[in-house]
Every structure is written in structure tokens, then in C-alpha cells.
């Protein structure tokens, strides 16, 4: 990563009576990261003053009133709540809900005004923090409302990244979560996103089957014969490189998986259960499709663990420094594109006989 760029990294806090606070803070720990960014927490010095204590850290934290009395090179928090709060470690409870989302919405509306570079979120509880103004099914769904564009899931780590057709559904409703028009959308962003935000420029995509054993023959289900072969096939015609239905219970094997740059699931845990098992607190999770850049930590709450001093911080740590690795190489790519352009000679008719 080039040290001649400096990004602001927007933080939200997620659920302070989990394990966000101590994973941000932790992770800040690390003076090598303060040479390229500048992190930006949105929260309130009541709760953060209380970890930076709890967690013996000691750490310098800035509190500011705005984005515009951020210090470069500095811990900043930006107050969003000042209202005395009370952390009960493990406790789902709406008050924390609430500190949530007011966290990621001042965040997430800071990213949209370009008064910070990237969005970094941490774990928020999907239950408490729903209300009349957070109606959705988790971060993935909200930024694409408030930003704008068609978000995927986007799973990421240095061997294996693993999309999603459907995020956060039921099982039951999976099968009618899946169409053609999808798997094609889908596939299409993750082609978008390995070209401009991780620099493959001819990338290969696995696309799995829903059913075991990619159906049998139409035996055990018949959506890949009608829906995820037809949807390949369009792919090609595309010019996009998408294989597959491969059958999901041997595919993440390291000589299958391997082979490509990204991996189609369709349905959450289909495509998390191994993703996990095989990065293991070292993946990230990206909201591809939009047009700014969010990352997260690939865990959750942890209220079994809150306030024990036991969460790490390596997967929020690599959330931050993939967040700006990921806005550098799209920077990179959108100049390469526009020089490219410019240096390509236009492109006149062949005239038959004389001019």
C-alpha cells in the first residue's frame, strides 16, 4: 500500500454492550496504521472513555463536535449521543440499538458527504437495532438505500472471496429468493468488483448449485436446470467468465476453489460456513456494487465474550486497512481507465475507394 496518501476511515461503533468498542479500539493499538490513516469513530466519550478504562488501553482519544475539528494522524471520536449511557456487557437491549444506529447513520452520512474516505462497521445486533427509522435486514441493506447502487455481500480474504444471491433470508424463503435475473445481477458486480477494486482484469467466477449434488438431473430440485444453467449461459454471452453449477458439499476444497477468483453462493450460510472455516478471523466482509467503499469484521456481536478482554482484533484491523487497499486500487483503476481512454486513438469507418 503507497504511504503518500492519507485516508480518513469512518468508524461505527455497533452494539456498544458487545464487542465493537473493544475490537475498534484494539485495533488502534497499532501506531504503524496512523501513517496512512486517520480513524474517525462515531460514537460519544462516555462510552469510549469507559473501554479505553475498562480495557487498561491508555490510549490518546480526540473528541470532536464535527468532522471538522478532525486531527490528522490522530484517535478521533466524533460525538453522536451524548446522553448518559450505562454498558451491560452481553445485554440486548433498544438503548443500545438506538447508540447504534445513530453511530452508523452519522457515519454513513459522513462517507456520502465525503467528509471521511471509507466506512468501517462493527457488529451490530439485527434485532435491537430495528425501529422506525432502521427497517432492514442488516448494514448490506441500509447502505444500499442511503448510498444508492445494488450491494453484494462480498466475503473477502487474499484466497477466497465468496458472494451471495440472497443475504439475509430464511431458509425457506430462499429457493423463491433465487431467479436468473439475480444470479446474472450478482455475478455481474462481483465481475465489476474484482476488475476495479482488487485489479483482475479477466476474472474467473464459480457459480454453485442450490440443491446437493447440483440437482441430479432435475432428481433432487430443478432451479439449476432452469434457472442457474440459463443464467451461466447469458454470462457467456456477456463475455463473462462464470462456471459452474458446482455442488456446493465438495467445492471448497483448496484445488476446486482455487481455480477461481470469486465464488457465486446462493444463500448466506451456504457460502459463510466454509468462507469462515477456511479464513478464520482473517476474512472480511465487503458491501460490493456501491458507489463508496464499507467493510466490516467478519464476526458478530459476541456477547459471550463482551467486556472479558477476549475478542480480537485482527479481522476488524484487516477491515480497515482492506477498506483503504480497496479505495486505492479503485482509484487506481479509475485512472488507468481514463488514461486509457485518452491515449486510444478514435475509431474512424473504413471507406471503400478514394476519400
Known amino acids: 500500500m503507497s504511504n503518500q496518501k492519507h485516508y480518513r476511515v469512518g468508524i461505527s461503533i455497533g452494539d456498544v454492550n458487545g464487542i465493537g468498542p473493544e475490537v475498534v479500539l484494539k485495533s488502534l493499538r497499532n501506531k504503524d496504521l496512523f501513517q496512512f490513516v486517520t480513524p474517525v469513530i462515531f460514537a460519544s466519550e462516555n462510552v469510549m472513555s469507559f473501554y479505553n478504562k475498562h480495557l487498561s488501553l491508555n490510549l490518546n482519544i480526540q473528541y470532536v463536535k464535527s468532522e471538522d475539528q478532525i486531527q490528522q494522524g490522530k484517535i478521533n471520536v466524533v460525538e453522536v449521543f451524548k446522553e448518559p449511557f450505562e454498558v451491560e456487557f452481553g445485554k440486548s437491549s433498544t438503548k443500545a440499538g438506538s447508540l447504534a444506529f445513530a453511530s452508523l447513520e452519522a457515519a454513513a452520512k459522513a462517507v456520502k458527504n465525503k467528509q471521511v474516505d471509507v466506512l468501517v462497521t462493527a457488529p451490530i445486533n439485527k434485532e435491537n437495532i430495528q425501529s422506525d427509522t432502521f427497517h432492514f435486514r442488516g448494514h448490506t441493506e441500509y447502505l444500499e438505500d442511503l448510498w444508492g447502487g445494488k450491494s453484494l455481500m462480498f466475503m473477502i480474504h487474499p484466497q477466497l472471496k465468496v458472494g451471495l444471491v440472497t443475504n439475509h433470508l430464511s431458509i425457506k424463503e430462499v429457493g423463491g429468493g433465487i431467479d436468473a ?175
Open 181 to 355: 435475473e439475480k444470479i446474472i445481477l450478482k455475478t455481474k458486480v462481483i465481475e465489476k468488483s474484482l476488475r476495479e477494486d482488487f485489479a483482475i482484469r479477466k476474472p474467473k467466477i464459480a457459480i454453485l448449485a442450490l440443491n446437493p449434488h447440483a440437482g441430479d438431473g432435475g432428481l433432487i430440485g430443478e432451479e439449476e436446470k432452469k434457472i442457474i444453467y440459463p443464467a451461466i449461459e447469458k454470462l457467456w454471452e456477456e463475455k463473462i467468465l462464470a462456471f459452474g453449477p458446482f455442488s456446493a458439499d465438495s467445492f471448497f476444497t483448496y484445488d476446486s476453489y482455487s481455480k477461481y477468483d470469486a465464488v457465486l453462493c446462493m444463500y448466506h450460510d451456504q457460502g459463510l460456513i466454509p468462507f469462515k472455516t477456511i479464513t478464520f478471523n482473517q476474512g472480511v466482509n465487503y458491501t460490493a456494487g456501491l458507489d463508496f467503499v464499507r467493510t466490516s469484521p467478519d464476526h458478530g456481536v459476541g456477547y459471550n465474550i463482551a467486556g472479558e478482554n477476549l475478542a480480537s482484533s485482527e479481522s476488524f484491523s484487516l477491515a480497515i486497512s482492506s477498506a483503504v487497499e480497496i479505495l486505492e486500487t479503485r482509484n487506481q483503476e479509475a485512472e488507468y481507465r481514463e488514461n486509457f481512454l485518452a491515449i486510444t486513438p478514435e475509431k474512424k469507418p473504413i471507406r471503400k475507394g478514394r476519400e
